[in-house]
């Protein structure tokens, strides 16, 4: 800002009346704050080792379309979305289940190729199975394809929210791994007292395989 010079002396002795100077105000625009970026929300932090599939999931549609439902999740992470009537239709379920794990290989098979049956006919199985088993998991979660188990869960090896007192004779979807803690990730559309998905330790989903397979 200019500041206002003092009159000089001289111009005090001529007989003119000088109105007095007014200096209008002078409006100093305060300086603006700096904007402050919305406070990021916290990254999600993928937990060490772990190896995860996005799928659609959803609850098996009838208490024998467990195969269908599986089926279905697995086909989901592939972009491929059919109903569970239709691919019930497809794998020849019927009301007591879908009969193989070959028939789930098939309609996966079909839709995106990749897909083979493995047998685990020992129970419990031999150390190249379970071995077999984890290469599997492993190189399918990595290429994208999730595995669908077929699985027998007696009384006292269940996974969480199983009927205890049942033999459960199950189709679910392993879509995710961790090779730190050797965990599996489980999509189950039986949806047991609300546990849809899940981790189990390998060594478990190992031990109730046996005697079906699963398709990878």
């Known amino acids: 800002m200019s500041r206002t010079r003092p009159l000089a002396a001289a111009a005090i002795a001529v007989a003119l009346v000088v109105p007095p100077l007014v200096l209008a105000p002078v409006s100093v625009a305060e300086p603006r704050p700096a904007p402050v970026a919305p406070s990021a929300k916290p990254a999600t932090v993928t937990p060490a080792g772990e190896h995860v599939l996005q799928v659609d999931y959803q609850v098996q549609e009838t208490g024998y379309w467990c195969g269908p439902a599986a089926t279905r999740i697995a086909l989901s992470a592939r972009g491929v979305y059919r109903s ?8 020849g379920t019927h009301t007591g289940g879908t009969d193989w794990i070959g028939q789930v290989t098939r309609v996966l098979g079909g839709y995106v190729g990749w897909y083979e049956t493995k047998e685990m006919p020992n129970d419990p199985p031999t150390q190249a199975q379970k071995d077999l088993l984890w290469r599997d998991i492993v190189l399918d979660i990595d290429n994208g394809y999730p595995i669908v188990a077929n699985i027998v869960a007696p009384p006292g090896n269940q996974p969480p929210g199983y009927p205890p007192g049942q033999t459960i004779y199950h189709y679910f979807t392993v879509i995710g791994y961790n090779d730190v803690n050797r965990t599996v990730l489980i ?29 990878a």
Do not use: C, M, R, V
Not at 84 to 91: I, N, P, T, V, Y
């Open 84 to 91: 569970q009537a239709s691919l019930a239709a497809e794998l």
């Open 187 to 215: 999509a189950d559309p039986a949806s047991f007292s609300g546990n849809q998905i899940y981790w189990l330790t390998f060594d478990q989903l190992a031990s109730l395989i046996p005697p079906k397979g699963y398709s």
